[in-house]
């Protein structure tokens, strides 16, 4: 057991607090909180939530958690966002599979259409070949009606065309990015972003009005003012594109819709104050 773990599991036990009991409070898997007592962070989903989770858990248990951060901040990992979170694991896989398959499918339908092409193409040129062949008889055997008649060219005839329909290019499907829900703590939801290389943010409101801030996230608790204010539904829709961590805080959450990504952000019903962090992974 590391020396942080030993701190944290003592101011627990002294506050009578199961391991339960804190999963409860903090929304953390227990496996997770035994982790951190055990000091073996490598059990946690990514270095980004390990400072998260040390921060909740101090707070559960009466300690300040800047001051913990900062006593140990030498052997918490630096908060980084892993590129494979355990929980989409296996829903990667799929994803990975499903994009073989519909590559396979694209190309499937793709030859299939080259070869209806030129069998319609084959239709038409047998067609107009038959067509011209039927009109030269024709004009051949005119002559021998009657010994008067007189082979008439006409100089004004249109050619026939043959038609060949074009071939559209076509165009690769590229991923539906994924927005999840990592985790809760201290009233603020947690959500990671895959396949999407910025954090595309929407904001509207369809009745009422709603108070907002925009911060970008360069640390722990280091965060830059984007923007704020009131959305009306005078004011539309306001969109941001970015490439860093995003927070966002709503005065009045149940008259807003948040969209990331194209996905929707679960509100809740009642008009608080609700809290959102959102990361690429």
Same mark, same amino acid.
Do not use: Q
């Given at each position: 057991m590391s020396e942080l773990g030993q701190l944290l599991r003592k101011a627990r036990l002294e506050k009578g607090i199961s391991l339960e009991d804190m999963q409860e409070t903090t929304k953390i898997r227990k496996r997770y909180l035994e982790a951190i007592e055990d000091g073996n962070y490598k059990l946690l989903p990514g270095n980004f939530y390990v400072r998260a989770f040390i921060k909740s858990y101090s707070e559960s248990v009466g300690l300040d958690p800047n001051e913990v951060l900062r006593l140990y901040r030498n052997v918490i990992p630096a908060s980084q966002v892993e590129s494979k979170v355990e929980p989409n694991h296996r829903k990667r896989s799929g994803i990975k599979t499903n994009d073989r398959w519909s590559k396979r499918i694209t190309t499937l339908v793709f030859i299939s259409f080259l070869v209806l092409i030129?069998?319609?193409? +084959? +239709?038409?040129?047998?067609? !107009?070949?038959?067509? %011209?062949? !039927?009109?030269? !008889?024709? @004009?051949?055997q005119g002559p021998r009606l009657t010994d008067k008649a007189v082979d008439v060219v006409d100089p004004n005839a249109t050619p026939i065309a043959t038609i060949e329909p074009n071939t559209p290019t076509p165009q690769a499907s590229s991923p539906l990015a994924e927005v999840k829900l990592a985790s809760s703590a201290n009233g603020v939801d947690y959500y990671i972003i895959s396949n999407a290389t910025k954090i595309e943010l929407e904001l509207s409101v369809a009745t009422d009005k709603c108070w907002f801030e925009?911060? @970008? &996230?360069?640390?722990? !608790?280091?965060?830059? #003012?984007? @923007?704020?204010? $009131?959305?009306?539904?005078?004011?539309? *829709?306001?969109?941001?594109?970015?490439?860093?961590?995003?927070? &966002?805080? #709503?005065?009045? /959450? $149940? /008259? %807003?819709? &948040? *969209? &990331?990504?194209?996905v929707i952000i679960p509100v809740g019903d009642l008009p608080n104050v609700k809290k959102f962090q959102f990361e690429l992974a």
């Open positions: 030129i069998v319609l193409a +084959y +239709y038409f040129i047998d067609k !107009n070949s038959k067509t %011209a062949d !039927n009109t030269n !008889n024709t @004009e051949e925009i911060d @970008e &996230v360069s640390g722990v !608790n280091s965060k830059k #003012l984007i @923007e704020t204010g $009131n959305l009306e539904t005078t004011t539309g *829709k306001k969109i941001w594109s970015l490439e860093k961590p995003v927070y &966002v805080k #709503l005065g009045r /959450a $149940n /008259a %807003a819709e &948040v *969209k &990331v990504n194209g």
